[in-house]
Nanobody, 132 residues
Framework: QVDLVESGGGAVQTGESLRLSCTAA????????MAWFRQFPGKEREGVAVIDPDGTTSYADFVKGRFTISKDNSKDTLYLAMDSLKPDDTAVYFC??????????????????????????WGQGTQVTVSS
């Protein structure tokens, strides 16, 4: 059983910033592929950013230049720094983790696939609300 506990959501105004945290229990972030997803009401979760065990990152186009994913392996904690927030960013944000099988890269696409196949571990979600 993998436990992911998120914190840091809240309500802000357009242009402001938030930082989300996700602390992992019972596994190490040096091994797992880690990602942030978000979910709008009535919609599937969508990938926002991913970081592989070596620290390589990639982002969905709609957050490039505004959001930064990072991790602190000494604390087994994943972060998402969100700047220049917009009302369209209002959603529930989830951290996700997967121990990728050998030969499968850690990318947003493979984490999206993991979501569809039930392979990802998930946090409980944290609400981010951006008002205009």
């Amino acid at each position: 059983q993998v436990d992911l506990v998120e914190s840091g959501g809240g309500a802000v105004q357009t242009g402001e910033s938030l930082r989300l945290s996700c602390t992992a229990a019972k596994f190490t972030t040096t091994v797992y592929c880690m990602a942030w997803f978000r979910q709008f009401p009535g919609k599937e979760r969508e990938g926002v950013a991913v970081i592989d065990p070596d620290g390589t990152t990639s982002y969905a186009d709609f957050v490039k230049g505004r959001f930064t994913i990072s991790k602190d392996n000494s604390k087994d904690t994943l972060y998402l720094a969100m700047d220049s927030l917009k009302p369209d960013d209002t959603a529930v944000y989830f951290c996700a983790a997967q121990n990728m099988p050998p030969g499968r890269p850690c990318t947003l696409a493979t984490m999206e696939y993991g979501r569809s196949q039930g392979h990802n571990y998930w946090g409980q979600g944290t609400q981010v609300t951006v008002s205009s």
